[in-house]
């Protein structure tokens, strides 16, 4: 069964650094992959996907994504936080089960952006 | 275009009563996922429906869950005789079709915060 792995529960960066948030997935082939940002007391929005092609993609609110095959990875990254950007993000791997495309969520990296 | 709309917001329920979630999909759209978000979780896909047809069950509890999506009006999410255990935040989500390559990302709903006392 396909799996997601985000290491870090926590980051915390200061406002105008980079941040890098990761993710790392189990899967017998090439999977479909989307980051989701969910800011307190909302729902899941997405900011990228990658289903094939170039393996950076880039998505919204400045937001990027680099998709290594070979260390079963798609990180998530930002040259600049803003306050902003203070929220949940989950990676995602949806992969074909039984006949539908289901995902299967992270369990969530909390970011906490410093003034 | 009005988004995925889920009432209520918050539902206080005593263990041993009933739950009942909706969810009202984006215009045009014909397939809804529901999740289950535990404390200090990620989602975690519970079933997927199109109208009338529930198509992948394979997430929800064997027992006391059960989701329907009518010809008409919400999709439904129902918990009979809640647990401690069931207190979560639901979502919904709905798309437009599901295509090969999944090109059609879901769109989510705000969720429902359900309380069992």
């Known amino acids: 069964a396909q799996s997601v792995t985000q290491p870090d529960i926590h980051i915390t960066v200061s406002e105008g650094a980079s941040l890098e948030l990761r993710c790392n997935y189990s899967y017998g082939a090439t999977p479909y992959l989307f980051w989701y940002v969910q800011s307190p007391g909302q729902g899941l929005q997405l900011l990228l996907k990658?289903?094939?092609?170039?393996?950076l993609v880039q998505g919204i609110k400045g937001f990027e994504a680099e998709f290594k095959r070979s260390q079963s990875s798609f990180n998530l990254r930002k040259p600049s936080v803003h306050w902003s950007d203070a929220a949940e993000y989950f990676c995602a791997v949806v992969t074909l089960s039984g006949g539908s495309y289901i995902p299967t969520f992270g369990r969530g990296t909390s970011l906490i952006v410093h003034p | 275009n009005a988004g995925v709309m889920q009432n209520p917001r918050h539902l206080v329920r005593r263990r041993g009563q009933e739950a009942r979630l909706r969810c009202s999909p984006m215009k045009g759209h014909s397939h809804v996922y529901w999740y289950r978000q535990l404390p200090e979780e990620g989602l975690k896909f519970m079933v997927y429906l199109q109208k009338e047809n529930i198509i992948d069950e394979s997430g929800m509890p064997k027992e006391r869950f059960s989701a329907e999506f009518p010809k008409e009006g919400p999709s439904i999410l129902r918990i009979q005789q809640v647990v401690r255990g069931d207190s979560a935040a639901y979502f919904c989500?709905?798309?437009?079709?599901?295509?090969?390559?999944?090109?059609?990302?879901?769109?989510f709903g705000p969720g429902t915060r359900l309380t069992v006392t």
């Open positions: 990658y289903f094939s092609g170039d393996t």
């Open positions: 989500a709905s798309s437009p079709v599901q295509g090969v390559g999944f090109t059609d990302e879901q769109y």
